[in-house]
């Protein structure tokens, strides 16, 4: 796994993606996470997960070098591994720092709980590049803030910070960026203190449907970001976000 480590201790495993500055995925790597996942789910050792990333972000989004991607098999398969890690049977943590945007806040949503630092940002800026949102986050997001809340975020694109998210259910526990992992590996430990075949079993029932719900939300989702990255508008909100500036679009 030339984009990951996985080390496992004291029942708990931190895997981590070495992909900084800002941790850009694609399908390669989405793969090497599910793969990572199952392996884990597998091995009595681990009880719990903590998923975290090298760099000034947790993730900056998908890197699709080019819009046609969108429409190409890699994305499509890069949603069944987006359904793969949300069909982990063991609970997640998300180590978040600095940026967890667009495909990265979907990411961020695999997780049961996210141990923010007090810099990071969400965002889901698809509005602002002419796309639909991915990775199932019109159904995770709202079920996981609310519907007004979540519609507030993808229809304007707009970014929130730490404390935000914190009074919004976005965050779990917001710590200072040096005490991060210190966080994230108490968190999960407390975790991991309980029976591990109650602690799945009542995570099962708590998540039922989930990955079921989110193949069905990515299938819908492919669709309409494969529409939409054909228009005009698309182009313009990519060349406006690069040139940091409003978009000019012509619903077109």
């Not at 259910?169 to 029976?195: F, H, Q």
């Not at 109650?198 to 299938?219: H, P, W, Y």
């Amino acid at each position: 796994m030339s984009d990951l480590t996985v080390e496992l201790a004291a029942h708990v495993a931190r895997v981590e993606i070495h992909r900084p500055p800002h941790n850009y995925f694609d399908e390669p790597l989405i793969e090497e996470l599910a793969q990572a996942f199952e392996s884990l789910d597998r091995d009595p050792a681990c009880r719990v997960l903590i998923l975290a990333s090298e760099g000034k972000s947790f993730c900056a989004g998908a890197n699709f070098a080019n819009t046609n991607e969108i429409a190409t098999g890699a994305a499509r398969r890069l949603y069944e591994g987006a359904v793969r890690l949300f069909a982990c049977q063991k609970p997640v943590i998300a180590e978040i720092q600095g940026a967890a945007v667009g495909g990265g806040l979907g990411l961020a949503l695999v997780a049961d709980f996210r141990v923010v630092s007090s810099e990071v940002r969400f965002a889901g800026n698809f509005v602002k590049l002419g796309i639909h949102p991915g990775f199932g986050l019109s159904y995770t997001l709202p079920r996981l803030i609310g519907m007004q809340r979540a519609s507030l975020l993808l229809l304007t694109g707009r970014r929130i910070g730490a404390e935000t998210a914190l009074e919004w259910g976005l965050a779990d526990v917001l710590t200072a960026p040096e005490n991060l992992g210190e966080e994230s590996t108490k968190l999960a430990r407390e975790i991991a203190e309980g029976a591990p075949l109650a602690v799945e079993s009542t995570r099962a029932s708590l998540r039922r449907g989930i990955a079921e719900a989110v193949r069905a939300e990515t299938d819908h989702e492919f669709a309409e970001q494969s529409r939409l990255a054909q228009t005009a508008d698309h182009q313009e909100g990519i060349r406006a976000v690069r040139e940091r500036r409003p978009g000019n679009f012509e619903r077109r």
